[in-house]
């Protein structure tokens, strides 16, 4: 009998965790499980595609964690269908998923830890600590996001296991540079691209890069800088571009679709979060044999081990992400070798089919 598995999250969007989601749920074995996602707020970007090709996925449209009406609906959810497993993505819905899972009889009750959730208030732990009383397995995305969940929270001690992210290193592989994208981005005079994705949020901390970057131009004026990722204060990243006068260098890109294309145009891949999980991202540069430059804070030095993946330096430090830089511009050889050497970290340790068989036995473990 297949094991039947409802995954709920706030929305199915173009994010990191929406996109773990989204692989996994489409990269299960569909003979041993039959998943669903129940989207809270809407469907969002991924959700609605999934939604026009009758995907088994449904959106509750609620506006807001606080309409407890939420909770009514999933327990009526659950009963219908008889899920063996629910499993809450993000903060704010595991309450709201694991009690009616708890009280309509689920089998196996799971949620997970994608952050280091420093920005937590008193009331905020209070509430995650409620919800584990109702769980019966924490999945961590990295040792760090395990660590960090143990120190700061109770109810957890012999629940939590950690499952790597893992990329489709078909989709995510070391490519030609893009004719069409470098020449939309007039990018063909430049001796260094760099590029970050990222979502525009104080955690992300763009202008850390944006200040190393202006250090870099000082040095090599026609560097050129992709930013792609929205979020709330990408119109703030734009106008701080102006005023450390970068604007020249830099490409403001947006939300893209076709990220495995964009990534074949960088040559360095930047990212200087004040703190991370395991962020997909720097996992599909990896995979695209991209030597990165990253921030040594939660699970980043797990995939990136510095001084042959890439370079790790401090949150804030832009002069240390300057050089960083500076030094791989300046040795195109190492560069290569950290790519390639990444390259086979993402392919050994960080690959889909080894994430989604970790998942495939974690499943069937906790409902035996």
Not at 11 to 33: Q, S, T, V
Not at 53 to 59: F, K, L, S
Not at 183 to 207: E, N, Q
Not at 292 to 310: H, L, Q, R
Request: aromatic share 10%; proline share 2%; net charge positive.
């Amino acid at each position: 009998m297949k094991i039947r598995i409802l995954f709920v999250i706030p929305i199915l969007d173009e994010a990191g965790a929406e996109k773990h989601l989204l692989n996994l749920f489409e990269n299960l074995n569909k003979r041993d499980f039959e998943p669903m996602i129940c989207c809270i707020k809407g469907f969002g970007s991924l959700g609605e595609k999934l939604s026009l090709e009758g995907r088994n996925i449904i959106a509750l449209n609620r506006k807001s964690v606080y309409d407890f009406r939420i909770i009514k609906d999933l327990f009526i959810l659950m009963r219908k269908h008889k899920f063996d497993i629910v499993h809450s993505y993000l903060f704010g819905f595991d309450l709201l998923a694991t009690f009616p899972a708890r009280i309509s009889g689920i089998r196996c009750v799971i949620s997970s830890r994608r952050e280091l959730s420093s920005w937590m208030k008193f009331y905020h732990r209070w509430l995650l600590n409620l919800s584990n009383c109702f769980t019966d397995h924490v999945v961590a995305c990295s040792n760090a996001a395990r660590d960090y969940a143990l120190s700061t929270e109770r109810f957890i001690k012999n629940k939590i296991v950690t499952i790597y992210n893992g990329v489709d290193t078909v989709k995510f592989y070391p490519r030609h540079k893009n004719p069409k994208i470098m020449a939309d981005l007039d990018l063909g005079d430049s001796r260094a691209i760099v590029g970050m994705i990222t979502k525009f949020a104080l955690v992300k901390d763009y202008k850390t890069a944006f200040d190393a970057i202006a250090k870099v131009k000082d040095k090599y004026p026609d560097l050129k800088f992709i930013v792609a990722g929205s979020g709330g204060l990408y119109s703030q990243a734009c106008e701080y571009a102006n005023a450390i006068g970068i604007d020249v260098n830099v490409r403001f890109c947006g939300k893209r679709t076709d990220v495995e294309e964009l990534l074949s145009v960088f040559d360095i891949f930047i990212l200087s979060s004040l703190t991370e999980g395991l962020p997909n991202v720097i996992l599909e540069a990896m995979s695209s044999g991209l030597a990165v430059v990253a921030t040594n804070v939660g699970g980043i030095p797990e995939a990136v081990e510095d001084g042959k993946s890439g370079i790790l330096f401090n949150p804030k430090d832009s002069q240390a992400l300057k050089a960083a830089i500076i030094k791989l511009i300046e040795d195109v050889a190492l560069s290569r070798e950290m790519g390639v050497y990444g390259r086979k970290i993402a392919a050994a340790k960080f690959n889909l089919i080894r994430m989604v068989s970790d998942y495939e036995v974690f499943y069937k473990k906790a409902v035996s």
